[in-house]
T-cell receptor
């Protein structure tokens, strides 16, 4: 079964500390993975996708097929990073082309 | 215009009412989606339209009726809803359907309360 797991509901870190939001997926094929972010009172928006291998707002995520993970990392957290983060899987090759969202992790960056 | 817009922002309706949610995009996207999001939960896909045709219905009850009048507009008609249908309803669009690389652009949502 296709599944995305984000084990932490809430992650609190101090400003300037490193951040790692965990995401593990279950899919036997070749996945497309995304991180979406929802800031308070704002719409859900794309943060980054693995195919682009880009860094957005200092965040990076590397696809590890061996560990079936796509963890989101930032070396120094900022208060404005506080938001809800969703990892999403689009199972390429499955023919369905629909996102499977994880349950989300709320990141709180403390001053 | 690079945004998905949704109206109304808030809607309160009784169980016997009929109402509609509206979504619009002018990015030339050919795939549009309806999601339901309960508090502190991820979005759950309801419907997908591709080139104005319904491609996916995730076994949604018939009291929810989607409509795609043209490539820019997506409606969700509501009738005889239940209180448990209260949620944030999100619309999204993407360049096309069938390309797993595509980013989905989300609207701000309509917060629906069913009394």
């Amino acid at each position: 079964a296709q599944r995305v797991t984000q084990p932490e509901k809430l992650l609190s870190v101090f400003k300037g500390a490193p951040v790692e939001l965990k995401c593990n997926y279950s899919y036997s094929g070749s996945p497309e993975l995304f991180w979406y972010v929802q800031y308070s009172r704002q719409r859900l928006q794309l943060l980054l996708r693995h195919i682009s291998r880009e860094s957005i707002k200092g965040f990076t995520a590397d696809l590890n097929k061996g560990e079936t993970s796509f963890h989101l990392k930032k070396p120094f957290a900022q208060e404005e990073d506080s938001a809800m983060y969703y990892c999403a899987l689009n199972p390429r090759g499955s023919g369905t082309y629909k996102y499977i969202f994880g349950t989300g992790t709320r990141l709180k960056v403390l001053a | 215009d690079t945004e998905v817009t949704q109206t109304p922002k808030h809607l309160v309706m009784g169980m016997t009412n009929k109402k509609s949610l509206k979504c619009e995009q002018h990015m030339g996207h050919r795939a549009m989606y309806w999601y339901k999001q309960k508090a502190k939960k991820p979005p759950e896909l309801m419907f997908v339209y591709s080139y104005e045709k319904l491609s996916i219905n995730e076994s949604v009850p018939s009291r929810f009726s989607p409509e795609c009048p043209n490539s820019s507009l997506l409606n969700l008609h509501l009738h005889a809803l239940q209180p448990e249908d209260s949620a944030l309803y999100l619309c999204a669009s993407s360049q096309d359907w069938g390309n797993s690389y595509n980013e989905q652009f989300f609207g701000p949502g309509t917060r629906l309360t069913v009394l």
